[in-house]
T-cell receptor, first 114, second 115 residues
Framework: GESVGLHLPTLSVQEGDNSIINCAYS??????FIWYKQESGKGPQFIID?????DKRQGQRVTVLLNKTVKHLSLQIAATQPGDSAVYFC?????????????FGTGTRLKVLA | EPEVTQTPSHQVTQMGQEVILRCVPI?????FYWYRQILGQKVEFLVS????????KSEIFDDQFSVERPDGSNFTLKIRSTKLEDSAMYFC?????????????FGSGTRLTVV
C-alpha cells in the first residue's frame, strides 16, 4: 500500500556535524514533498519543500534531495546546532478533491550532542 | 509573522462529554485543516475545509466529529461524545491559494485528555 516512512527513528549527532535524515515514500504519483520540524509541545514547522520535477533544493543550512528512481527523500542539515534538536517529519502531498492532504511519516528524532 | 492560534492549549474532559477545539487561521488563508497526533505517533489527517464545506475527511473523522466556521475568523472542531482514544494533540492548519504555496501553517495544538 501507499506509505511514507522514515528509515531511522532516532539520530544523534555531534554539535557542528552535518545531519542526514532519510525518508522513503511509495506513491510515485506524489508531486510535492515537505519537511517539517516539530519541537516538543509545538506544532509542525515548515522547513523546506521540493517538487517532483526537482532533485535538489537548498535553504539556509538545509538541503533536501529527492531521488524519484528509488522514491527516497533526504534532509541534510549543515553544522547542526542544539536548536536543531526536534522530531523531523517528511510529508507527501497528494492532491485529492481539490485540497492538499499531507501524509506524514512517523518522524525521526534528532538529538544534538554538545 | 502570521500565526495560527489554537485555544485552549490543554483540555481535560470526561469520557462522553462534548468538546470544542478552537482555531483562528491566518486571515487571508482559504483552506483549513485539522490533524491529530496521538502521543508518540505520527501526525494524522482528519479533515480539510474550504468554501464553508468539508473538502475531504479521513476514516478517523466519523460522525462524532464535526467542523464549523461560525464566523469570518474562527474554525472549530467538535467532538460530540469523547472517548478515551480521542486523547491526542489536535493541530489546526491553514493554507493560502493552492497552486501557489502548498505549505501549511500549523498552530501549536490543543492537547486533549479524555479521562
Amino acid at each position: 500500500g501507499e506509505s511514507v516512512g522514515l528509515h531511522l527513528p532516532t539520530l544523534s549527532v555531534q554539535e557542528g556535524d552535518n545531519s542526514i535524515i532519510n525518508c522513503a515514500y511509495s506513491n510515485s504519483a506524489s508531486d510535492y514533498f515537505i519537511w517539517y520540524k516539530q519541537e516538543s509541545g509545538k506544532g509542525p514547522q515548515f522547513i523546506i519543500d521540493i517538487r517532483s520535477n526537482m532533485d535538489k533544493r537548498q535553504g539556509q543550512r538545509v538541503t533536501v534531495l529527492l531521488n524519484k528512481t528509488v522514491k527516497h527523500l533526504s534532509l541534510q542539515i549543515a553544522a547542526t546546532q542544539p536548536g536543531d534538536s526536534a522530531v523531523y517529519f517528511c510529508a507527501e502531498i497528494r492532491t485529492t478533491s481539490g485540497t492538499y492532504k499531507y501524509i506524514f511519516g512517523t518522524g525521526t528524532r534528532l538529538k544534538v550532542l554538545a | 509573522e502570521p500565526e495560527v492560534t489554537q485555544t485552549p492549549s490543554h483540555q481535560v474532559t470526561q469520557m462522553g462529554q462534548e468538546v470544542i477545539l478552537r482555531c483562528v487561521p491566518i486571515s487571508n488563508h482559504l483552506y483549513f485543516y485539522w490533524y491529530r497526533q496521538i502521543l508518540g505517533q505520527k501526525v494524522e489527517f482528519l479533515v480539510s475545509f474550504y468554501n464553508n464545506e468539508i473538502s475531504e475527511k479521513s476514516e478517523i473523522f466519523d460522525d462524532q466529529f464535526s467542523v464549523e466556521r461560525p464566523d469570518g475568523s474562527n474554525f472549530t472542531l467538535k467532538i460530540r461524545s469523547t472517548k478515551l482514544e480521542d486523547s491526542a494533540m489536535y493541530f489546526c492548519a491553514s493554507s493560502d491559494l493552492r497552486g501557489r504555496d502548498y505549505g501549511y501553517t500549523f498552530g501549536s495544538g490543543t492537547r486533549l485528555t479524555v479521562v
